[in-house]
């Protein structure tokens, strides 16, 4: 590395959110915009590397990686071209605007807003969207409100458990192409499968991704449950237009297919399954009809009733039950 | 969320501090401690940004150093006495920033479970919000939905008695226990994984209980005032020292399926791919319903006792598929209603 590269010694003086924090001031006070000349110049940071011998080089690389990181914080800064040559960024200027930097001063919130807000806020279990969560409600906070009774009583979590979930949020967050290996039951080995990601919802209890196959072109629910390795956002980006109404349509999606499937039960009276089915079922001429989305999640439950429950129709569902209480009973069945 | 518990990066700094002055600002003045519990951080961790921002400020005129009303400053006196801590000089990042794209997406999907409340999805709240914070953000957030679910009179029922502090009177059936009624003093509902609990106080047992409100019937509000209500709830599984040992054996694979048992582990082992599971349930003849449920993968090791009735479980759910014409019904696959 060349002697006045930005390794030099004294580049550790200015902790880097100084500096961030600086430009992110510099740039929002002017209103035709800075060029890099002067804020390489000018704004404390970059200034006192420049003046201990870092390359211009190096303080030009530092100022893109700066934006980069300023942007991924929200901070919308503005390139404005030379009128002239606009494909020359040498003359372009650079600004923060006001306007799309801060919360709209017209958008306000009611004392009840916030105490409903400030319930929201507490529902994530997992530590980084406990802490976005968190977050955003400071920053509304600061609006100076004041908050009404807090809603007692209360105590409402959902719950995370994949780690595929992170992932799936940024690809759907930066419109690009994910894969991941994805094992649906009864399968030996994982398929890869490749989607353009667009929502993601949670349905009695699961996380599902909703997005478009790539390889079939069509719309696709994927259980996260169900996805056994890494998620890897590719480069490939699709029209953020895709997004649009997206987690209406994965919600619209499932529930249009619990009204397809519905399993005809016999359940016994006054049991657990009764107590849990009768809520989500409709009485039938010989027993209930329940909906599900699943059918070896629903399977899965209804086994887990043992006697209490038996399929009647479908063939599949009741299959699938039977064959959870044989392995149940050849696994438990021996003495040990 | 424990104060100071988290690392943080410069980035992160960066965006806490460009929300800590507007901050300060709506505060005019607060105590360290008020302002690191705000954060998230340490006290120390709030000092050193309340001190770093006194460095930061407007550029100098070309070749000049920034004079001091180009920086932002604190009073330094009531820092160093008092612990608090107050702006006295702000030269811009007076507004709070735009929510980022995350941010607003944590948001609304707790606004959608919030929906589910008896008395908070009716109000029209909760669309005005979803529309403020979707204009609130710095770009689209991700869209993180949560499947609405209807308030049934059981919630409506509850909710009211939380609000009026009474007890309530409700027929409770646990699974393998016959039916009890109870007068509970209501002191929390819980949801988790889509289901609702009620945790309060037992007028027949004469300790905290939670009740799964799926198994709650004929719920009625009665005139007695709560007495309990104050009464700290333990956490939403906590068994205490109470109940009994099962040792329980899966592959690795099945783990995350079991969280909710394994959360109450006592120790696990791991056997190659098997892991050994001890939990502390209140009925271990209860894990029949587990292992039926994830049929073949999980094994009762101990006690013999849960091991049988798992086996008998399944047994009886297995012979009602004769599937020589009608069902049959024996006296096997009546499930008994007993303590």
């Known amino acids: ?336 | 969320m424990t104060p100071g518990a988290r690392p943080v990066l410069a980035t992160e700094r960066a965006a806490l501090m460009l929300q800590l002055v507007p901050y300060l600002i709506s505060k005019g003045e607060v105590t360290v401690a008020e302002a690191a519990a705000d954060f998230d951080v340490s006290e120390t961790q709030m000092r050193a940004m309340v001190e770093k921002l006194t460095v930061i400020g407007r550029p100098g005129d070309a070749g000049y150093w920034q004079m001091a009303n180009d920086l932002f400053d604190i009073d330094w006196d009531l820092l160093d006495e008092h612990d608090r801590i107050s702006l006295t000089n702000a030269v811009g990042l007076e507004h709070a920033p735009r929510l980022t794209a995350r941010e607003a997406a944590a948001l609304l999907a707790g606004l959608q479970l919030a929906r589910s409340l008896p008395g908070v999805g009716e109000s029209g709240v909760i669309a005005g919000l979803l529309a403020k914070l979707a204009r609130g953000a710095s770009s689209a957030p991700a869209d993180l939905i949560v499947a609405p679910e209807p308030v049934d009179d059981v919630r409506g029922s509850v909710d009211e008695a939380l609000r009026r502090g009474v007890a309530v009177s409700f027929t409770y059936k646990a699974p393998d226990a016959p039916a009890t009624t109870r007068t509970v003093d209501p002191v929390k509902v819980h949801i988790a994984d889509g289901q609702w609990y009620l945790q309060g106080w037992c007028h027949l047992r004469q300790a905290m209980r939670t009740f799964h409100l799926d198994r709650v019937s004929d719920l009625a509000l009665t005139d007695i005032a709560i007495t309990h209500g104050e009464e700290q709830p333990p956490a939403l599984f906590d068994m205490g020292e109470t109940g009994n040992i099962v040792r329980i054996r899966f592959p690795d694979a099945v783990a995350p399926l079991l969280r909710g048992y394994l959360d109450r582990a006592q120790e696990t082992i791991a056997h190659g791919d098997l892991t050994v599971a001890a939990i502390r349930v209140a009925d271990p003849t209860s894990l029949k319903r587990l292992a039926a449920g994830r049929g073949g993968e999980v094994e009762i090791l101990e006690p013999g006792g849960a091991r049988e009735a798992a086996a008998d479980w399944a047994r009886a759910g297995l012979e009602q598929y004769t599937d020589t014409g009608a069902p049959e019904r024996g006296g096997e696959d009546a499930p008994a209603p007993e303590g």
């Open chain 1, 1 to 336: 590395m060349p002697a006045d590269d930005l390794s030099a010694s004294t580049a550790a003086r200015n902790a880097p959110e100084e500096r961030l924090l600086n430009l992110v001031v510099a740039l929002m006070a002017t209103d035709q915009g800075l060029t890099k000349d002067t804020i390489l110049g000018s704004v404390s940071g970059y200034r006192e590397q420049g003046d201990s011998g870092a390359s211009k080089d190096a303080l030009e690389k530092m100022f893109e990686r700066d934006k980069e990181s300023l942007r991924a914080l929200g901070v919308p800064i503005e390139t404005i071209g030379d009128r002239l040559e606009p494909d020359d960024l040498r003359q372009a200027r650079y600004r923060v605007p006001t306007s799309e930097y801060a919360l709209p001063e017209e958008i306000t919130f009611t004392p009840e807003e916030i105490a409903v807000l400030n319930l929201a806020a507490g529902v994530w279990g997992e530590a980084s969207l406990s802490a976005d969560a968190r977050s955003g409600l400071r920053k509304i906070g600061s609006l100076g409100i004041t908050v009404d009774e807090p809603i007692i009583g209360y105590s409402p979590r959902i719950s995370l458990h994949e780690g595929s979930f992170a992932p799936l949020q940024r690809a759907i967050e930066q419109c690009r192409v994910a894969t991941f290996p994805y094992l649906k039951p009864g399968d030996e080995t994982p398929r890869t499968r490749r989607i353009r990601p667009l929502a993601l919802a949670e349905y009695e209890g699961r996380w599902h991704v909703y997005g478009i196959d790539t390889e079939i072109e069509q719309e696709r629910t994927f259980l996260l449950s169900r996805i056994v390795g890494a998620v890897k956002v590719t480069r490939e980006s699709f029209d953020a237009g895709l997004r649009e109404g997206a987690g209406e349509r994965a919600l619209q999606g499932l529930e249009d297919l619990a009204r397809r499937q519905t399993a005809l039960l016999e359940v016994h009276p006054g049991t657990e399954a009764a107590l849990r089915l009768h809520r989500r079922g409709v009485p039938a001429l010989q027993g209930i009809r329940v909906p599900f989305v699943d059918v070896h999640i629903f399977a899965d439950e209804l086994a887990s009733y043992g006697p209490e429950v038996r399929v009647v129709d479908p063939p599949a569902l009741r299959d699938e039950v039977r064959r959870r209480l044989r392995a149940a009973l050849d696994l438990n069945g021996a003495a040990r």
